[in-house]
């Protein structure tokens, strides 16, 4: 078979890595000078001038000829990568959007380059096989105690937020059994001011009603106001489910999980816990007690692109046996025709709302193989330890305010005295000059600076540097 041009040259197959090796030098390369232009945690002059470099650097984008692959793809991830918002640079401290560890970026190349699909066995028979067993050992740290625990490979904390609720709908009793002529009542969620948008989200796509909100005045859900919701809805609604969090968004709280999985048993509430950001925590001897009463969710949401190190999408829902996803059954002849599961075929597209899937599992598989457990949790232990000693800066400094002492890697804090329009405007300014970009949560009293730090290699220097940075933009 003659070799095909490089631009149309194949990734996988035999020619595959031969036609690659080329192309990731360029690669590299333009990630190597995008990074060196940027020389930051983010590029200097805010959204008109990123969208006008970028565009100059693409125009045109559709050609009638086109530059050939190698000038391609150096023009345009040398754009992108001097354009990025890096998340390894220990400025880069917003959002729970990780620096992903080159081990696992590494994996996904090979995930990318042999494109199985992960919605039927033919498509991936391997990556299959790699998506079951890596799946049910990261359930099994969830529900030790299970006999055949499960999780699925979501993209993230939404969609598995937004599973558990499906999941959740369609276990429920629908109120009928009893009385034919009286309607069914639809579930309905409590859940607590420091829930993640994505709950709030899920119920509106389910046409589930709006979720009940309990005020978290701390930002935890406590037991008592949560006991007295459920006692009030008894015999006045349908079936309920209490939703917590282990790591919330805004501060990185971890709500008490054990006894409020008490008040949803009291009650007969189905229990789902997003720790979406805090469930890595599970890797971690240091830090996993804060955890106890995970196992006593009926789902739990997980997310290793955030204290996982790995590049997105990372999500999973545990769950503590197989019985649990029954609801998710499809069945599609040209996927997972009934004989062929018969005959021993998987059937993978009962395992996912989405069809074609990606084998994000490899990148997974590949981190825990090569760190384990211990590996792990000595990266978690550090991301925190860094949040403590920010926190230790923040509390020795006259000029700042610390909200309270990190539960994960979230640091909330301010220049003392400086008020919402202040610290706003000190955030954007840090953004478009390019030297630090740092989030915003508004609490019970009242705007904060957020550092979410993710990069286990960060060092005190950058922290404190991080805060003379904010100092040196706070008005006298």
Known sequence: MPVPPAGTALAGGTNGPRALRPLLDTVLDALTTGAEDRAGPLPPGGPETVARTVRDACHPLLPDHGSGPIAALRTLIHTLAAGAADPADPHCAAHLHCPPLALAAAADLAAAALNPSMDSWDQAPAASTLEALTSRALATLVYPQATDPDALITTGGTESNQLALL???????????????????????????????????????????????????????????????????????GPVLLTATAGTTDSGAIDPLPALADVAEQHGARFHIDAAYGGALLFSDTHRAALHGLARAH??????????????????????????????????????????????????????????????????????????????????????????????????????????????????????????????????????????????????????????????????????????????????
């Not at 978290?216 to 006045?236: E, F, K, M, Q, Y």
């Open 167 to 237: 999941l959740a709908r369609e276990a429920a009793p629908d109120g009928t059994a009893t009385d034919p002529h009286r309607p069914a009542r639809p579930l309905r969620i409590v859940c607590g001011a420091n829930a993640h948008h994505s709950i709030h989200r899920a119920a509106w796509l389910l046409g589930l009603p709006e979720p009940l909100t309990l005020p978290t005045p701390d930002g935890i859900l406590t037991p008592d106001t949560v006991h007295s919701c459920l006692a009030n809805l008894a015999g006045r609604t």
């Open 299 to 476: 789902t739990v949401a997980l997310d290793l692109h955030k204290l996982g190190w790995q590049p997105v999408a990372a999500g999973l829902l545990a769950v503590p046996g197989p019985a649990t996803l029954a609801p998710l059954a499809h069945q599609a002849d040209y996927l997972n025709a009934d004989d062929d599961t018969e005959a021993g075929l998987p059937d993978l597209l009962s395992r996912s709302l989405r069809t074609t899937r990606r084998p994000d599992i490899l990148k997974i598989a590949v981190t825990l193989k090569a760190l384990g457990r211990h590996g792990l949790g000595e990266l978690v232990d550090r991301t925190l330890a860094a949040a403590q000693t920010l926190a230790d800066l923040i509390e020795a400094h006259p000029s700042y305010e610390l909200h309270s002492r990190p539960t994960l890697s979230t640091v909330l804090f301010r220049p003392t005295g400086a008020d919402h329009t202040t610290l706003a405007a000190i955030r954007r300014t840090l953004l478009t000059d390019g030297q630090a970009v740092l989030g915003r949560a508004t609490t019970p009293t009242g705007l904060w600076l957020k550092a979410t730090l993710l990069n286990p290699h960060t060092q005190p220097g950058d922290l404190t540097t991080l805060l003379k940075l904010v100092e040196g933009h706070t008005p006298r």
